[in-house]
C-alpha cells in the first residue's frame, strides 16, 4: 500500500514539474542594436601639422535628437518616428562631435582640433560654434534619403565674430537601415567639417 502511494506521489510530482516547465516562457535574445558614427576618412597619423588651433564649442542638438539615443526618422507632416530597438551607442552631440573632430583636424590649415575644457595653456585661434538643425533619416512614401543640416558660427577667443553659415547636404538616398543612415550620416558630417574649413581664414 505504502509503495503504491509512494509510485503515485512521484507521478504526480513529475507531472507537476513537467506543466511547471511549460508555463515558465523561454528567454528570448534582445533585438536592440547599437550603432556608432564614425569619420570615413580618419587617420591614426599624429605627425606635426602646420596651421591654426580650433576651439570646437559644445554642439546644440535639437531637443528631440538631445533626450534620445534611439534613432530617429522623419516623415512629411513634421513627424517623427524613434527606433525602439536601433540605437545610438553614445549620445549624438558625443558621436557627432568626435566625427567633427577628426574630419576638421584632417583639412588643411587646421593643426589642432579642442574642445573644452580647454587648459590654461591651450592658445585657439577660433572657436566655432555649431547648432545641428537636422540628422536623421527622412521617409515619404517608397522615398528614403538623409536628412542632414547645421548652422555654425566663427569667432575669435574673445567672441569677436568673424562667419556665420549654414550647412545642407545634398540629397543622398538611403535603403531605409539604421546602419547604412550611421554611414550616410557620418559622411554628412564629415563634409560639412570640409565645408566649414574653407569659411576659416588662414593665420
Not at 36 to 43: G, Q, V
Request: hydrophobic share 40%; with cysteine.
Amino acid at each position: 500500500m505504502k509503495l503504491r502511494h509512494l509510485i503515485s506521489t512521484t507521478l504526480t510530482l513529475g507531472v507537476l514539474l513537467s506543466v511547471g516547465c511549460n508555463v515558465i516562457p523561454e528567454a528570448k535574445p534582445d533585438p536592440t542594436k547599437f550603432f556608432i558614427l564614425n569619420d570615413p576618412e580618419a587617420t591614426s597619423s599624429s605627425g606635426e601639422k602646420l596651421g591654426i588651433t580650433l576651439g570646437l564649442l559644445p554642439l546644440e542638438l535639437p531637443v528631440y535628437l538631445d533626450n534620445s539615443r534611439s534613432i530617429a526618422v522623419a516623415s512629411p507632416g513634421n513627424q517623427i518616428e524613434f527606433r525602439d530597438f536601433d540605437r545610438w551607442a553614445e549620445s549624438m552631440d558625443d558621436g557627432i562631435t568626435r566625427v567633427l573632430q577628426s574630419a576638421l583636424a584632417r583639412t588643411p590649415g587646421i593643426a589642432r582640433v579642442k574642445v573644452p575644457p580647454f587648459s590654461v595653456g591651450t592658445k585657439r585661434d577660433f572657436d566655432l560654434q555649431i547648432r545641428i538643425i537636422h540628422a536623421e533619416g527622412f521617409e515619404a512614401g517608397e522615398s528614403r534619403s538623409l536628412r542632414f543640416a547645421l548652422a555654425f558660427e566663427l569667432t575669435s577667443p574673445d567672441e569677436a565674430f568673424i562667419h556665420l553659415d549654414t550647412y545642407t547636404a545634398p540629397f543622398t538616398s538611403w535603403d531605409g537601415s539604421s546602419s547604412e543612415l550611421a554611414t550616410l550620416l557620418s559622411a554628412a558630417i564629415a563634409n560639412a567639417a570640409q565645408d566649414i574649413a574653407t569659411k576659416i581664414p588662414p593665420r
